[in-house]
Nanobody, 123 residues
Framework: QVQLVESGGGLVQAGGSLRLSCAAS????????MGWFRQAPGKERDIVAA???????YYTDSVKGRFTISRDNGENTVDLQMNSLKAEDTAVYYC?????????????????WGQGTQVTVST
């Protein structure tokens, strides 16, 4: 069992930055691949970025060059640094854990989810 708690969301102006953090419970965090997803009102929950157990990275096209995912297995955390934020980045952001050495782009492949944190980008 893994519990995930996100933090760091908020209101920011377009062009600004936010850093989301996800703290995981349990002693087996390094056994999980991790993902950040987001869901805007009326839309599906889609992947934003992911990091495998070995540190392989994935970014959806719309955030490449602006967002950076990282993990700290000693601290049981996975962060999402978001720069040059745009209005279309507004969503609830969720952290997710997958018990696998590989990440997945599909939300159905993840075993555990956080409660989400709201990110609002104003223009």
């Amino acid at each position: 069992q893994v519990q995930l708690v996100e933090s760091g969301g908020g209101l920011v102006q377009a062009g600004g930055s936010l850093r989301l953090s996800c703290a995981a419970s349990g002693r087996t965090f390094s056994s999980y691949s991790m993902g950040w997803f987001r869901q805007a009102p009326g839309k599906e929950r889609d992947i934003v970025a992911a990091i495998s157990r070995s540190g392989m990275l994935y970014y959806t096209d719309s955030v490449k060059g602006r967002f950076t995912i990282s993990r700290d297995n000693g601290e049981n955390t996975v962060d999402l640094q978001m720069n040059s934020l745009k209005a279309e980045d507004t969503a609830v952001y969720y952290c997710a854990a997958r018990f696998s050495r590989y990440y997945s782009e599909s939300k159905t492949d993840y075993n555990y989810w956080g409660q989400g944190t709201q990110v609002t980008v104003s223009t």
